[in-house]
């Protein structure tokens, strides 16, 4: 039982354009998500988080939009250089447990120059 | 500040044997929290330890268990070890549990090959 979907398993930008990653979750409950990069070899590194009582968080080149009611959180990345290549995984989880992360199956991300 | 740490970083099982894996969390943080990552998928939540109890835990069966040491270092064993359990491994720290949003710091990981 999938909770956290990220459906599109590869995506290719251009330099300096905007890269757009989308994830959508099942679980209402859900209130605290993140997204993680991941190079080869690494574990997960955290990029940036977003509580379900804001809509936006925006760190850098590094924006998360959530939209509760569509269940869909996705990032924008702008500009997208070549060092963002990599794979990004989305997690969700309930604060209230908090103990689980759901992640999802990752989008590799390559940044053309 | 030291990150989270994992060892081995690589390592070979037959079936049948039993493996332990090794995880020191960053300081500070008294939650670990183990993850198996298979290939193509993402990481999914094997069970999470809070001042040495287990607090939580995913679809995995029992031969799966875990122990936090009073500095925080935490140990995943895996018994019985079947081909299905080949993949990463990942350990990752938190500073707080329940009631407050954080997010969790990851080690390099644990690569498994069962054979």
């Known amino acids: 039982d999938q909770q956290v979907k990220q459906n599109s398993p590869s995506l290719s930008v251009q330099e300096g354009r905007i890269s757009i990653l989308n994830c959508d979750y099942t679980?209402?409950?859900?209130?605290?998500f993140l997204w993680y990069k991941k190079y080869p070899a690494e574990g997960p590194t955290f990029l940036i988080s977003?509580?379900?009582?804001?809509d936006k968080n925006e760190d850098g080149r590094f924006t998360v939009f959530l939209n509760k009611s569509a269940k869909h959180l996705s990032l924008h990345i702008v500009p997208s250089q070549p060092g963002d290549s990599a794979v990004y995984f989305c997690?969700?989880?309930?604060?209230?447990?908090?103990?689980?992360?759901?992640f999802g199956t990752g989008t590799s991300l390559t940044v053309i120059p | 500040e030291t990150g989270v740490t994992q060892s081995p970083t690589h390592l070979i099982k037959t079936r049948g044997q039993q493996v332990t894996l090794r995880c020191s969390s960053q300081?500070?943080?008294?939650?670990v929290s183990w993850y198996q990552q298979a290939l193509g998928q993402g990481p999914q939540f094997i069970f999470q330890?809070?001042?040495?109890?287990?607090?939580g835990r995913g679809n995995f069966p029992p031969r799966f268990s875990g122990l936090q040491f009073p500095n925080y270092s935490s140990e995943l064993n895996v018994n019985a070890l079947e081909l299905d359990d080949s993949a990463l491994y990942l350990c990752?720290?938190?500073?707080?549990?329940?009631?407050?949003?954080?997010?969790?710091?990851f080690g390099p990981g644990t690569r498994l090959t069962v054979t």
């Open positions: 990752a720290s938190s500073p707080r549990l329940t009631g407050s949003s954080y997010e969790q710091y």
């Open positions: 679980n209402s409950m859900f209130d605290y």
């Open positions: 977003i509580s379900s009582i804001k």
């Open positions: 997690a969700a989880s309930d604060s209230n447990t908090g103990n689980q992360f759901y």
């Open positions: 300081s500070g943080h008294n939650t």
């Open positions: 330890y809070y001042r040495e109890e287990e607090n």
